[in-house]
């Protein structure tokens, strides 16, 4: 085994006393105990008098349940059985097909489209966890006027009243304020408006699109183009600041599954080049704890870093262009959105160069309708509103009173605007400005369409009629037009319907509904002209700390904070929960004498905000990141008051790093909810790693080898024998980017509760699928690695030995089995568990009480309740109904009928589960490949689940690899 | 018996904080209780403490001058024994008894027909009229839930036959304004419970096991606990209960004298699993 040494925290690196201890405890002690809802002398208190009442209890009889059964059945549904129908959902205005499982007309689960190119089946976290938004009680319900209800029929008179006064000055004073748009039908109805009302105006703002993208290749092509990586061609890949792993970014579920499909392929066969990305960027992302090297640096200073590798001149320079010149027409380089435009022109211009337009990185026209320099957009309506001119103003979707640049101020020039009026999911901060406020449907509840990044255009198909009567643009835009009348639906299939070349349109309609994809919409590659690169930037203001902005890992830009699973879903790279802090580095933060958990003021070109510090492995020196999508003071109830708002301080002259800012600490002792600093397996080496060199030279480095280690199948008895099935799973390392899709995934499929940050803190997250992050190497420089736990489902469960009542007990096809009903909670099992996978519902998590989520739960799976211990089940439920469809079929279960949810929503085909007694299976073979290895073998728990090391290709040329 | 248990343990000797209020006129004050006859106290008395004699008469040496300065009355021994035994057959008869409440129809609604929004009869439909199971309950080979038939189902008879009959009325309510009937659970099993009707019909477990004579049934009630005891029963031997996958629906069908011959027949042939899992049913 190679010797490396891996650390998760600065305390740990440092093995100080303090963590230790810390270390020592499964759940978090040291809370005292006033600060404990249900503290353990209260609890014996209340205890003595509810004894009596809880043996009372067990003894009612079943309440009386009724059933229900339609009158008039829809043809389709058969009872019990899912319907699975394809729709499409935007991010920043791009599509992603999806197939989203649907229980008697409830949407439940949301899965990739595996025939839509921007998913080919994956999906992302924000995805998986937007069919909890749909059930959200804290969305708009009903529409609002100055804040009181009022009826959709009362907005109508009084906006066609406005519209008519503008259509008498062609439109001069009405506005229209969109997020991006992809939607052909949405286009078409807004060109329809322009046309109508010339003098009118479209806005856009999407507080995360694609700026830099848009601006960068304006400046090197002086026309917008839309440029498309193929990883999956690619040796050889240069990052600027490009997160493209990040399955939120544009087309990053196809490029991590592009990416990562090339590191498997290359892990298996040595003909095949394995892939090699290096990276500059400012804080850590999940494509920098995938880079082979990652050069931390601040965010402006990329500008100069690129320069340099455009001369190919100094160290290591030279070494990374000698290596992607070898790769000629086989790299990419790639500017991130958090890069000014000139690093987009540099990296168009060194792909030109390097021979890779056409190959690896190809271009096409833009997927937005109107695209536009969204900044300037944005300012210009704020400079028109404050000037006066602006009478009527529809917001379609977004929130820029809460994510507008600060220095527009936004809301200022908002009130200048005689009719205002706002379509929104929540009535959120800009509702609160408006006159009206109308709740918009969601996506489940919409038709629509829209494009993917590379132009393929898929429907937005409903699966459940508005739960509030919620609308979406295109009645609106009906509204503008005078077709009041004309539904959703009607409108999108009346476009389509214009659009359609083919002979027959119910069967082009009908086939594209049920494909998700609409054929042939692919926009076709173009060769754009020769990249100009503009000349570099005015010598920048040096002094004072950077300060990044980012969408949250978890919650993005804020749009949809109010998700109890993102919120508890931890960040990548510090596994942190429920909130955003501040970001600095370990050296920064010694400079300035602050330390996790010191609050501090910022202070950004005379704007300021106040947040907790997290010093954090990776982070740029001198550099501070913060992240959007907090501080929102009208989301819901999950949202509200958490975390700072990052966009009180965000300039739209510098949209995503400012210079010069001031940080000065004005308290201490802030404490977060992390998750992966409790519940360790600490003195042990879970994850293995070595470069494809030693693998070559030594395919077998993954295997346990030394003193401690039994050999294989140490045991009294004889082996037990699992004549059926071998149910098993791998998970593959080099593949895994620690994108944590499978974790909300899991929680969709398993009706995983949401415990709050307190419960976090206390160590009890009930998540069944975790993502460990470890660090190597110095705490400067770490390398960053991500590691899917799961339960093992050990041979050898030591979680059975311990339990007094059976409550965990091995099946005949080894799995181990949580039966929530035997369980009486006495934690032992957890205890005894060395992977510490077991999740324990100390208190009543599961919400019962609130109406409107007991749609979102899965039907197959049990809401556990107080008391009781779960885990990950393998997805039993999707075994159970794969075997009964193969015995109902007379035949066996195939391979990979059975998909685990993690399985299913992992955009880099990292996880794979099958059956081991079947030598053909995808799982099988995997297993028999030299990487393989178990978690803690030398325990001789046999764990069903196994990993394939991690295998990286660093270039021998740059030291410090 | 309500009067034994006093005058029971007056004869063994009341305890003296008792004394005080005893009244040897009309019993204990302020109870309307009878004071036993005297000449029964002794007699029961006497019986005890020759019963315990023999033991106490012979005090251990270690015991000597504890025995002098005995605390508790002699008695305390008789009533020591008569307390463990009394409270052993206690003990089994409440234990009996919830045992007997808990298998009785009170808890598990064996037999007990359950207020419906039409009194619907199964044994009307299907002896009388001879409509198969699967008419109204279309998705009990397909599905984990056999289906209970949407007010459509009924309509497409009664809208031609008692399309006045008063009882009807609510079927036809809900046909007209859309408003589902609400018909209550007679076989309700717990949420932690996942059974799947399509996978048992297929391997030829029949209606009537689980379910009764339903064709005899005027109000349907259920005929078995569905307590995992009794499910667990044909998990372990399946070739019990199986049938013939064509005698399915056959409620009328009898296992025939040879069933332990054919039910290892077709449990081959049915490649029928005897599934003891706990994750087969729970999860």
């Known amino acids: 085994m190679n010797p490396r040494n891996y650390w998760r925290s600065f305390e740990e690196l440092d093995q100080s006393e303090e963590f230790r201890q810390f270390a020592a405890d499964e759940f978090v002690h040291r809370i005292p105990a006033e600060a404990d809802a249900a503290s353990r002398r209260k609890f014996l208190r209340l205890m003595g008098a509810s004894m009596a009442l809880a043996g009372a209890t067990a003894c009612t009889k079943q309440p009386k349940e009724t059933i229900v059964p339609y009158v008039r059945q829809p043809e389709e549904i058969v009872p019990g059985n899912p319907l699975f129908y394809a729709t499409t959902v935007t991010e920043a205005g791009l599509g992603t097909g999806l197939l989203v499982e649907s229980h008697e007309g409830r949407p439940t689960k949301i899965e990739g489209n595996p025939d839509h190119p921007a998913s080919l089946g994956a999906t992302s976290p924000q995805m998986q966890a937007s069919v909890l938004n749909l059930y959200d009680p804290d969305r708009s319900q009903t529409v609002l006027h100055d804040g009181i209800f009022d009826t959709w029929e009362r907005f109508t008179a009084a906006f066609s009243g406005a519209r008519d006064l503008a259509g008498l000055k062609k439109g001069e004073g009405l506005r229209i304020l969109t997020g991006t748009v992809t939607s052909p039908t949405l286009a078409a109805q807004l060109a329809e408006f322009l046309e109508m009302f010339p003098q009118a105006k479209w806005h856009q703002w999407d507080p995360c699109g694609r700026h830099s993208d848009y601006a960068g290749s304006v400046a090197a092509f002086g026309a917008p183009w839309n440029t498309i990586y193929h990883f999956e061609r690619a040796a050889r890949i240069a990052s600027f600041d490009a997160d493209f792993l990040d399955p939120a970014s544009p087309g990053g579920l196809r490029s991590t599954r592009d990416y990562t499909g090339r590191r498997r392929d290359a892990a298996q066969d040595p003909s095949s080049e394995f892939p090699r990305l290096y990276i500059a960027e400012s804080t850590p992302s999940i494509t920098g704890g995938m880079a082979e090297h990652r050069f931390r640096m601040r965010s402006r200073e990329v500008e100069s870093f690129a320069d340099k590798l455009m001369s190919g001149n100094g160290d290591p320079y030279a070494s990374i262009m000698k290596d992607l010149n070898a790769h000629r027409g086989e790299s990419i380089v790639i500017a991130g959105e958090y890069q000014i435009p000139r690093v987009h022109a540099l990296a168009h211009a060194m792909n030109q160069a390097l021979g890779n337009t056409g190959k690896t990185v190809v271009y096409t026209d833009r997927v937005e309708a109107n695209p536009m320099d969204q900044t300037a957009s944005l300012a210009a309506l704020a400079a028109d509103m404050r000037a006066g001119a602006v009478e009527t103003l529809l917001i379609l979707g977004g929130n820029p009173v809460y994510d507008a640049p600060a220095d527009l101020d936004f809301v200022g020039a908002l009130q200048q605007v005689k009719l205002r009026a706002h379509l929104g999911l929540y009535a959120n901060e800009t509702a609160e400005w408006c006159h009206w406020h109308l709740p918009e449907a969601h996506y489940l509840e919409s038709w629509s369409d829209a494009r993917a990044w590379d132009g393929t255009a898929s429907i937005v198909q409903p699966l459940i009629a508005p739960i509030y009567n919620g609308k979406t643009s295109h009645e609106l835009l009906n509204l503008l037009l005078n077709r009041t009348d004309l539904s959703a639906h009607d409108t999108v299939r009346g476009f389509w319907q214009t659009q359609n070349k083919g002979a027959d349109f119910e069967d082009f309609w009908q086939i594209s509904l049920h494909d998700g994809v609409v054929a042939g919409t692919t926009f076709p590659d173009k060769t754009p002209p020769a990249a100009n690169v503009p000349p570099a930037s005015a010598a920048q203001q040096t002094a004072g700390i950077e300060i990044v902005f980012r969408p949250d890992p978890a919650v993005g830009s804020g749009a949809d904070s109010n998700n109890g699973w993102l919120q508890e879903l931890p960040k990548p790279p510090n596994k942190m929960t429920w909130e955003n802090a501040v970001w600095i580095s370990q050296a920064t933060a010694q400079r300035l004498a602050i330390d996790t958990g010191d609050v501090v003021e910022l202070a950004l070109n005379g704007r300021k905000l106040q947040g907790a510090v997290w010093v954090q492995a990776g982070q740029a020196d001198e550099s501070a990141a913060i992240h959007f999508g907090y501080g929102r003071k009208r989301a819901g109830r999950v949202a509200n008051g958490i975390g700072f708002n990052a966009y009180s301080v965000r300039d739209s002259k510098a949209l995503w790093h400012g210079a010069g800012a001031e940080v000065k600490r004005i308290s201490r002792g802030y404490s977060f909810a992390t998750t992966q600093y409790t519940q360790n397996m600490e003195e042990r080496d879970p994850f293995r790693v070595a470069t494809i060199e030693e693998f070559r030279a030594r395919p077998g480095f993954a295997q346990p080898e030394g003193e401690g280690v039994p050999p294989p199948n140490l045991t009294m008895f004889p082996m037990w024998q699992y004549p059926k099935h071998k149910w098993g799973m791998s998970i593959d390392l080099t593949a895994c980017t620690g994108c944590n899709a499978c974790m909300v995934a899991c929680q969709a499929e398993n009706n995983i509760a949401v415990v709050g940050k307190e419960e976090v803190a206390k160590g009890r997250h009930m998540n069944w699928i975790r993502v460990d992050r470890y660090f190597s190497g110095p705490a400067s420089e770490p390398e960053m690695y991500f590691q899917p736990v799961p339960c093992m489902h050990c041979e050898d469960a030591l979680c059975e030995l311990v339990c007094p009542v059976a409550a965990t007990v091995h099946s005949g096809e080894g799995l181990n089995e949580m039966v929530y009903n035997r369980c009486v909670g006495t934690r032992y099992c957890s205890n005894n568990c060395p992977y510490k996978v077991r999740r324990f519902n100390f208190l009543l998590y599961s919400d019962w009480n609130t109406q409107s989520l007991w749609g979102v739960r899965n039907p197959d799976v049990t809401v556990r309740s107080r008391g009781v211990m779960e885990k990950c089940s393998y997805c039993i439920q999707r075994i159970n109904a794969a075997k009964i469809k193969a015995e109902e079929q007379n035949r066996p279960v195939r391979d990979g009928e059975i998909v685990t949810a993690c399985q299913q929503a992992c955009p880099a085909e990292a996880i794979v589960f099958g059956d081991l007694n079947d030598p053909n299976s995808k799982v099988a073979r995997r297993k028999r490949q030299q990487r393989d290895y178990g978690l803690l073998e030398e325990l001789n728990t046999h764990p069903r689940t196994t990993y394939l090391a991690r295998l990286r290709n660093p270039n021998p040329e740059i030291g410090g690899a | ?283």
């Open chain 2, 1 to 283: 018996m309500p009067e034994f248990f006093p005058r029971f343990f007056s004869c063994l000797g009341v305890p003296r904080s008792l004394h005080s209020s005893y009244d040897p006129a009309g019993g204990l004050a302020g109870s309307s209780m009878k004071v036993p006859d005297p000449r029964v106290c002794i007699a029961v008395h006497d019986l005890f403490f020759r019963l315990t004699e023999t033991i106490e008469r012979q005090p251990h040496p270690h015991f000597e001058s504890a025995s002098r300065m005995q605390i508790f009355h002699r008695s305390a021994n008789s009533l020591a024994r008569v307390s463990i035994v009394a409270a052993t057959f206690a003990l089994t008869g409440v234990l009996w008894a919830a045992y007997r409440i808990d298998q009785g129809a009170f808890i598990t609604d064996v037999g007990v027909a359950k207020d419906q929004p039409v009194p619907f009869s199964h044994k009307h439909h299907v002896s009388d009229d001879g409509i198969d199971c699967r008419y109204c309950h279309t998705s009990v080979e397909t599905s984990a839930f056999a289906g209970l038939p949407p007010t459509e189902t009924c309509m497409t008879c009664h809208s031609q036959i008692w399309s006045n009959a008063a009882i009807l009325e609510p079927v036809r309510d809900s046909y007209r304004t859309g408003e589902s009937l609400a018909w209550t659970r007679i076989h309700d099993l717990p949420d932690f419970v996942y059974f799947n009707h399509s996978i048992h019909v297929n391997k030829g477990i029949g209606c009537s096991t689980c379910h009764g004579r339903v064709d005899q049934m005027p109000l349907t009630y259920k005929v078995n606990t569905l307590y995992m005891q009794w499910c667990i029963e044909c998990h372990r031997n399946p070739e019990s209960y199986v049938r013939p996958r064509d005698q399915v629906f056959n409620m009328a069908y009898q296992a025939p004298s040879d069933q332990a011959q054919l039910g290892r027949h077709l449990v081959a042939e049915y490649n029928i699993q005897s599934l003891t899992d706990c994750v087969t049913c729970h999860r």
